[in-house]
């Protein structure tokens, strides 16, 4: 039987679960990862404030610098926790009641928030970014999950794009509302850094409405008739028996199978292209350099002649450009695929930082350069969105089948807030020594990975797990040999009869 392919415009019930679980989702993620730039000022302020009224004495700029720090810096200690906790909480209660969940401690984080002014407590603030922290932890862990379990198989990477498309609109909001004429002012701030609650109950009250992911109902929970009562809601009523029976084929492959750990998985010699393709992903999303580019970005836009109480406003045109090319990788993914578009978005990367190096350290003495490197920040931009931030997420959820799943994504998710932890405390060393030349650092990763992608890496367009996993064994069958007939990535015997069933379908 052909398999039958749709559009996700015939899929209403899944547009409105991308925009549910976006908005609620790696929304809050983007939102918190940019909205304390604006408010800086006051929140120091409130910092100097509390250590004044508690203890008579103001904070000296190297202990104030030092909290500063530590308050943008413990939202990567809370997502690394969320990331952690997610998995069991996504296993035990399902990918839906998590995100339910998830949503009551943004909430709380963001009444602390609110309050801290009146308290004259930066440390209501510090606990808020905590719980800020798990709950985007979480966020970044089940939100793809459930998004790409519950689409079809050739809509999978359209809606798995879409985390990163909300995650880029979470920073333009960020930006957008941090304004003085919307909520960036000295009394305002506070509700500008409690927004967030106000998006989480929005997901409380809508989230509801949607269907449990079909794949965890069938494969974790052995629920059929749930499982096709939400395919039915969330596909429409077109003929999906032929993807319902690869699924209802896995179900009966895994049913002997093990959740594996985290540790099962690192020890996995036939995973072992599969982990390594991970691990090099998500350490080159944090290295490949798109900091440096937003940081330099506003060097750039005032050498250009752009006004000082003007360039929050040009700002939004490096958040839009982000947004914009987001959806562009959403709409492209499906046809141009994963591989092309990782290898493009790095390789162009690598190309602007070359050229940014250059335009940066010639600005001062070439009167139109600083427009040169202009157009060089948001090729940039644009080259990331459009590849690296929308692709490497969405990854996850299909190279891994439900036994490994939950480790891969505690392993991926561990090793992102690990990095943005680390690059945010060493970033700033590299340009304060380095200047522009920290973008030649950033370009050994960008070849670097385009370079892994293209020679180790097959395309994923359109296949399953099983079906990703024998693509990496044959691209990889020569390095095998010795070891014995191998079998797709991971696998047991049981899930190479499952494919060879698949194929045959």
């Given at each position: 039987m052909a398999k039958q392919s749709t559009s996700l415009l015939e899929c209403p019930l899944l547009v409105a679960a991308v925009f549910i679980t976006g908005i609620g989702g790696t929304f809050q993620y983007g939102f918190n990862i940019a909205v304390m730039t604006s408010p800086s000022l006051f929140i120091k302020e409130l910092v100097n404030t509390t250590s004044t009224e508690r203890y008579g004495l103001p904070l000296e700029e190297g202990q104030l610098t030092l909290i500063w720090s530590f308050l943008v810096s413990i939202f990567c200690v809370g997502g690394l926790l969320g990331s952690l906790l997610a998995v069991q909480m996504g296993k035990k209660y399902g990918r839906k009641q998590c995100l339910l969940m998830n949503n009551l401690v943004a909430i709380v984080a963001a009444v602390l928030m609110i309050l801290s002014k009146r308290a004259v407590s930066f440390e209501m603030i510090m606990v808020a970014r905590f719980l800020y922290g798990v709950n985007t932890g979480v966020i970044?862990?089940?939100h793809p999950m459930y998004l790409v379990e519950s689409a079809p198989k050739n809509l999978r990477g359209t809606v798995g794009v879409t985390t990163a498309t909300f995650s880029s609109l979470g920073k333009f909001f960020a930006q957008l509302l941090g304004i003085k004429e919307l909520l960036g002012t000295e009394d305002l701030w506070v509700w500008l850094l409690g927004f967030s609650g106000f998006v989480a109950l929005f997901q409380l009250f809508t989230l509801p409405l949607l269907p449990e992911s079909p794949r965890y109902?069938?494969?974790?929970?052995?629920?059929?008739?749930?499982?096709?009562?939400?395919?039915?809601?969330?596909?429409?009523s077109r003929d999906?028996?032929?993807?319902?029976?690869?699924?209802?084929?896995e179900k009966i492959e895994l049913q002997d199978i093990k959740i594996h750990s985290v540790m099962e998985l690192l020890q996995s010699r036939p995973l072992r292209w599969v982990v390594l393709t991970v691990i090099v992903n998500f350490v080159t999303i944090q290295l490949c350099g798109i900091n440096a580019v937003y940081l330099y970005s506003t060097e750039v836009f005032t050498a250009a002649g752009i006004p000082q109480n003007q360039l929050n406003y040009v700002a939004f045109g490096t958040g839009l450009c982000e947004v914009i090319s987001s959806v562009i990788c959403a709409v492209a993914v499906g046809s141009i695929g994963r591989k092309k578009l990782l290898i493009g978005g790095y390789g162009c990367m690598a190309v602007t930082q070359m050229l940014l190096t250059i335009t940066l350290n010639l600005q001062d003495h070439v009167k139109w350069m600083p427009y040169c490197s202009i157009v060089l920040i948001f090729l940039s931009i644009f080259s990331f969105s459009c590849g690296p931030s929308g692709v490497t997420m969405s990854l996850l959820a299909e190279f891994f089948t439900q036994s490994y799943k939950p480790a891969g994504y505690a392993l991926a998710c561990s090793i992102n807030w690990v990095g943005l932890f680390v690059v945010g405390m060493v970033f700033p060393l590299l340009v304060k020594h380095l200047k522009s030349y920290c973008f030649l650092i950033f370009l050994f990763f960008t070849i670097a990975l385009a370079t892994f992608v293209g020679i180790n890496v097959p395309e994923t367009n359109n296949l399953s797990p099983l079906e990703i996993q024998e693509a990496?064994?044959?691209?990889?069958?020569?390095?095998?040999?010795?070891?014995?007939?191998?079998?797709?990535?991971?696998?047991?015997?049981?899930?190479?009869?499952?494919?060879?069933?698949?194929?045959?379908?």
């Open positions: 970044l862990t089940v109902l069938l494969l974790n929970r052995g629920d059929q008739e749930g499982f096709e009562r939400a395919v039915k809601r969330l596909w429409g999906y028996s032929v993807e319902t029976q690869e699924m209802l084929q990496f064994r044959k691209m990889h069958s020569k390095t095998e040999k010795g070891g014995g007939p191998a079998t797709p990535c991971g696998t047991t015997d049981n899930e190479m009869h499952g494919l060879k069933c698949q194929t045959k379908l």
